[in-house]
């Protein structure tokens, strides 16, 4: 603050700096927040000096700075690999768990699934629907030939017609409508199956082309008997497919074991590695060897939403949070996923194409870089190789793992059509029993149809002496049809098993209608049969191959079931033989 100054006192004036001026005489605004200073250097403002150099030390290390070192960025990647194809398999279903396995080539294009799940089931093949089609295809095939002369002859040798076979129409009504429009207009593919299984039929010997008729009726027959060397696999006592894959031969072949199989599509989970076992077939030295391919391609650096930044000054996306993943120890994906994800920023994509049906194994990977320096690079899998968790990978049961990744040869989006037959394995507790519950079965058409639309068996009915105040003694109550007993047996000293049992009926047992619990004698073992149950479906399958051409078979299909059921199952019942007055 100025005071005035006392005539003996002198005044001293200093000059302000021309910086001080400016400020002093502008007029206040607001400015922008920056990193300068009033000196004019702004190097102190970015320099982000911290207060605590062992901050920054410790955030090296976290980041993995520490680790860096003076080296070249990378520019290409070579690969070299090699593919082992599938070779040979061996079903390994009900009989084949002794003795050596029925080892059979591998068809060229073939799937997985029409190899493996196929299962003739022949009460479909042989309803009307299916003797209707087959004959039509033998007909328009040699039609399309120029055999019109042995078309007519089959029509008139094997014409379709109602064998008397059904007498309940009520059940399957199909059956009746489609002979009513077929019977005697198309040939029954039954019939004309079982005459050239037999051997040369008149209707065939006698054409004008015998032997082009024949071609014709031979490629009919591998038509309508399904996939060659196709079938086995499936095991009724284990509710499961089992079987054997080879890939490659000689030295270099690998042996799979696939057990458990049931839901339809085969993945690397499914597959044992048998570490040591050889497979010597006689046409092995047909086979080419598995040589190696080495491709060259440049390095791609890999990005993805919420990657860490590989800037200082860089924020990450705030949309995609990756440590806010919320997991369990047990949560084994979702903590392997956000571990890659906080990882680091310097992954590279080296796209491999990996040969489907085989075996696709790497047999080296260098990286060139901008220096010229040619870098082996070692797997990762080879440190930790026996020991943790473990993905894509087939182990031995020793846990020796296969080197190289399995892609198995399944069906791509394969069409299912209605299940042709259906039983529902479960237990009844209020009955202290196990059964086998029918639910589909194909009828008389070739569809298939409800059991549960038969009528139930009805209880006695009293004698004519029986006086209606009294009550009527029932040693065991009925129970629907399709209801078939598994009865407690004992399998070995220490094991107990459920072995397929029978009702009576009028003295009579009453037999399964369908194909999957046709096997006589036939025992499961108990831990097969959960207190959840198990549903086994028979569903047809049409899919494509690689070269386009269709693959159709009929194949298992495994479910967890609905829990326990009630059969009503009772015995010493007593039940009032009049109604209320």
Same mark, same amino acid.
């Given at each position: ?216 009726? #031979? =490629?009919? *027959? !591998?038509?309508? &008997?399904?996939?060659?060397? $196709? ?7 284990? %509710? /499961? ?11 270099? #072949? =690998?042996? *799979? !074991?696939?057990? &458990?199989?049931?839901?339809? $599509? ?7 590695? %048998? /570490? ?12 080419? =060897? ?33 440590? =806010? ?257």
């Amino acid at each position: 603050m100025a005071r005035a100054a006392k005539p003996t006192e002198m005044i001293a004036v200093t000059e302000l700096p021309a910086a001080l001026q400016a400020i002093a005489t502008s007029a206040p605004a607001l400015t922008r927040l920056e990193p300068q200073s009033v000196s004019g250097d702004p190097a102190p403002g970015v320099e982000a000096v911290v207060a605590d150099p062992l901050w920054m030390l410790g955030r090296q290390w976290q980041i993995g700075e520490l680790l860096g070192r003076d080296a070249g960025s990378p520019v290409s990647v070579s690969v070299s690999r090699r593919a082992l194809p599938i070779t040979a398999w061996a079903p390994r279903g009900d009989g084949e768990d002794e003795g050596s396995p029925d080892w059979r080539p591998w068809p060229e294009g073939a799937l997985l699934d029409e190899l493996v799940e196929h299962v003739p089931h022949e009460p479909s093949e042989r309803g009307v629907r299916r003797r209707a089609e087959s004959g039509a295809q033998l007909a328009e095939m040699l039609r399309e030939g120029g055999h019109d002369d042995v078309a007519d002859a089959l029509l008139a040798a094997h014409p379709l017609e109602d064998d008397g076979s059904g007498t309940d129409g009520r059940l399957d009504p199909a059956a009746q409508r489609l002979l009513l429009a077929l019977a005697g207009a198309t040939p029954d593919g039954g019939a004309a199956r079982e005459a050239l299984e037999a051997g040369e039929p008149p209707w065939l010997a006698g054409a004008s082309d015998a032997e082009g008729a024949g071609a014709v009726a #031979a =490629a009919w *027959l !591998r038509w309508a &008997a399904g996939p060659e060397d $196709a079938g086995g696999a499936w095991t009724t006592t284990r %509710l /499961e497919h089992r079987f054997l894959l080879r890939f490659g031969h000689g030295g270099d #072949a =690998a042996v *799979l !074991r696939a057990t &458990a199989f049931g839901h339809g $599509a085969a993945r690397w989970g499914d597959f044992e590695w %048998l /570490e040591g076992a050889a497979v010597k077939l006689d046409d092995d030295g047909d086979l080419p =060897a598995a040589s190696p391919v080495t491709d060259t391609m440049l390095a791609t650096p890999l990005r993805y939403l919420g990657m860490p930044a590989d800037r200082y000054w860089q924020l990450e996306d705030g949309a995609v949070d990756v440590a =806010a993943i919320e997991a369990q120890p047990h949560d084994l994906a979702r903590l392997c996923l956000a571990e890659f994800a906080l990882g680091g920023d310097d992954w590279l994509v080296v796209p491999v194409d990996g040969r489907r049906g085989a075996v696709n194994q790497i047999e080296s990977v260098s990286v060139t870089t901008t220096f010229g320096e040619r870098l082996e690079i070692g797997e990762a899998a080879d440190e930790r190789r026996g020991a943790g968790f473990r993905m894509y990978e087939v182990t031995s049961a020793s846990g020796a793992s296969l080197s190289g990744v399995v892609l198995p040869p399944v069906a791509q989006t394969p069409l299912l059509g209605e299940p042709v037959e259906e039983v529902a394995f479960l237990r009844d507790e209020t009955a202290n029993m196990a059964w086998a519950v029918e639910r589909v079965v194909p009828g008389r058409s070739g569809d298939p149809r409800q059991r549960s639309a038969e009528p139930r068996p009805q209880p006695p009915a009293p004698g004519p002496d029986h006086d209606p105040e009294d009550l009527l003694y029932e040693l065991l109550t009925p129970t629907p049809r399709n209801w078939i007993p598994l009865v407690p047996v004992r399998l070995a000293p220490a094991t107990i098993g459920l072995r397929k049992g029978a009702l009576l009926e009028d003295g009579e047992p009453v037999l399964p209608l369908g194909l999957l619990l046709e096997p006589t004698p036939l025992d499961f073992p108990a831990e097969e049969i959960p207190r959840e149950g198990v549903t086994v479906r028979a569903v047809p399958v049409l899919a494509r191959r690689a070269d386009g051409s269709y693959a159709r078979w009929t194949g298992h299909r495994v479910a967890t079931g609905r829990g326990e059921g009630s059969s009503g199952l009772a015995s010493d019942e007593t039940r009032p033989t009049h109604g209320p007055a």
